[in-house]
């Protein structure tokens, strides 16, 4: 294994390579069209590097060259019209180089097959570091692939033939009408995904009736009116995420997780965070559970007159439910009758390419620079999770906005992931250092809050944990570990698709698909090669087990709210209009 200082020399050298993995493209294309010398091929130049197998590396160097030793022959022989059988296939889902230009130019044809190749070979050499830290070894092979991504040869206007055939039919107006985008996003701070003109928080989003019924600094609590004229006894809590706002629940009424619990019976509570500002810099992970979820907890109580509330959290919102309820437990409580966890961690042990950005060293620089108070800029968020798919949520954009001119689409889930939320100091840098860094909360006794020593294993309520199979936020394997955690009746559903998308599922529209397992399972892999899959949405599976949990049918309330906690504001409320 490498020592840091030649695992460091190592990765310096690999990122050499990849920052010149584009270099003279051109100039190799203008040479290959007048006299290319035989074999010819832009291949990348890999400096040596201590602690490598050599023999390996031999092997890959070996099958790089014959790679584009074949792509060269292919290119030199292929004629014009002949329909050329690739050399190398971008990975499914990738969607940079589907356009019929690049196949039907043999130099952009070309131009694409050797850029992948490239990239294969800096990705097979990344793999290979013998760097002994797990982490340490992720965080290069992230970096690579953050370089490969960013010098495909379609995010360049001179390279990319769909950019050269549109500026040629529009007599260069695309190149200015992208220009123009460029302008109006340097203005904004942030690449445009969705035209923002055509959503409005509260006019064609979050539209589900309900009213705002209580509030504090840290949450406004909503409760929905009834569109059903019986009701389950037992009421819902739902506790989404305090990174982004609420209404990814509730977008269009064709696609509102929120609508549809509502439709089924259920009376429907949700807690609506604040978007922090400079006067709530001082907020803490304690906050956010005692006045915020156990807060809300209590309010439903009083309002439904039950004790027992089903509730739910998603993404992060999970985290802090969990947390909350551990409290509760602690402290001798019997607080739910049952918890829902929607792709959230309770196990942080595998966190996937968002650790690359936690380590002690970047989490000691965030609690030094806001730990005691301040701001984490929701803009700053946003540019992380948007790094996770650069050539989805970043390039796709450039390439479509900035060099094709494009207006970008309207798209309710691209908006809402646009309304970014910051974070306060105190509560991230407690966040990033006890779940993501040490992965304390699944320790019993390790963590003290509220003033109780929690430990999720007391929390004995049943729970149904829902995870997505592509979710690159939080990968699925982990979230299944986190059921492992709560001593309870466990149900698990793995969705299709990824973290939103896969919550996100409307069961009026039937697509994608899931799977369940109700065998005995000890590893996640064991779950997955017995589970069964069905064909649509998770969405109906999970009614039935909650409404199995959530008392008899009564007559709906005619009234929001309670005298003691009276309706203040229509929903959505005021607090997710607050932009940063």
């Known amino acids: 294994m490498l020592t840091p200082e030649q695992s460091q020399a190592a990765v310096e050298s690999l990122m050499r390579a990849s920052q010149n993995f584009m270099q003279g493209f051109l100039g190799h294309i203008s040479q290959a ?20 197998d050599n023999e390996k590396m ?19 022989q292929r004629k014009p019209g002949d329909e050329a059988e690739p050399i190398i296939a971008p990975p499914a889902g990738d969607r940079r ?28 050499v990344a793999e290979e570091l013998p760097i002994s830290d797990r982490a340490a070894k992720s965080r290069a092979q992230f970096m690579m692939r953050q370089c490969i991504d960013a010098l495909a040869p379609s995010n360049f206007a001179a390279t990319n033939p769909e950019v050269v055939q549109k500026a040629l039919a529009t007599k260069g107006e695309s190149l200015t009408q992208g220009l123009m985008n460029l302008i109006g996003d340097v203005e904004k701070g942030r690449i445009s ?48 995420p305090c990174i982004n706002k609420f209404y990814i629940l509730d977008l269009q009424p064709e696609n509102s997780f929120v609508r549809y619990a509502v439709e089924q019976g259920l009376t429907v509570f949700l807690v609506s965070w604040c978007n922090p500002k400079a006067e709530h810099g001082d907020l803490t992970w304690d906050d956010y559970l005692g006045d915020g979820v156990l807060q809300a907890l209590d309010v ?28 509760a437990y ?20 595998e966190t996937g390419d968002i650790s690359c950005f936690v380590d002690e060293a970047a989490v000691a620089s965030k609690e030094a620079s806001i730990g005691k108070g301040g701001l984490m800029p929701g803009r700053e968020l946003s540019q992380m999770f948007s790094s996770l798919r650069p050539n989805d949520l970043i390039w796709n954009y450039v390439v479509d906005n900035y060099l094709k001119g494009n207006k970008p689409p309207v798209f309710d889930l691209l908006y809402w992931n ?26 019993p006794g390790k963590l003290n809050m509220l003033g109780e020593s929690v430990d999720l294993g007391k929390v004995s309520c049943p729970t149904y944990f829902v995870a997505a199979r592509e979710d690159h936020i939080v990968p ?73 949990r959530s008392g008899d049918a009564i007559a709906a309330r005619s009234k929001l709210g309670s005298r003691d906690y009276k309706v203040s504001e229509p929903a959505p409320g005021r607090y997710v209009k607050e932009r940063v």
């Open 33 to 52: 069209q007048a006299k290319a010398p035989q074999g010819f091929a832009p291949m990348v130049s890999m400096p040596p590097m201590p602690g490598l």
């Open 58 to 76: 031999a092997q890959l160097h070996r099958e790089h060259a014959e790679s584009h030793a074949k792509l060269w022959s292919a290119l030199t």
């Open 97 to 124: 180089f589907t356009a019929p230009e690049w196949e039907a130019s043999p130099v952009h044809d070309y131009m694409r097959q050797a850029y992948l190749i490239n990239a294969r070979f800096l990705s097979a």
């Open 193 to 240: 995904m969705t035209d923002d003109s055509a959503f409005e928080v509260g006019g064609n989003l979050a539209t589900t009736q309900g009213s705002v019924v209580f509030e504090n600094r840290v949450m406004q609590l909503i409760q929905y009116s009834p569109l059903t004229e019986k009701v389950c006894k037992r009421p819902l809590l739902i506790v989404p």
């Open 300 to 327: 439903v109580r009083s309002i439904t007159k039950q004790d027992k509330p089903n509730v739910l959290g998603f993404c992060i919102g999970g985290t802090l439910l969990a947390s909350a309820l551990a409290v």
């Open 330 to 349: 602690a402290r001798g409580e019997d607080p739910v009758e049952s918890a829902t966890f929607l792709t959230a961690l309770l196990d942080f042990s």
């Open 418 to 443: 646009s309304d970014s939320t910051n974070m306060p100091g105190p509560f991230a840098g407690y966040y990033l250092r006890n779940m993501y860094l040490e992965n304390n909360l699944r320790v």
């Open 476 to 548: 699925w394997r982990t979230s299944f570990l986190g059921r492992r955690l709560i001593n309870g009746e466990s149900t698990f559903v793995l969705g299709a698709s990824g973290h939103i998308a896969g919550v996100v599922n409307p069961a009026s529209k039937n697509k994608r698909s899931y799977w369940t397992n109700a065998s005995p399972s000890t590893t996640s892999d064991e779950w997955l090669e017995s589970a069964v899959e069905h064909k649509g949405s998770w969405w109906p599976n999970w009614i039935d087990w909650l409404k199995a």
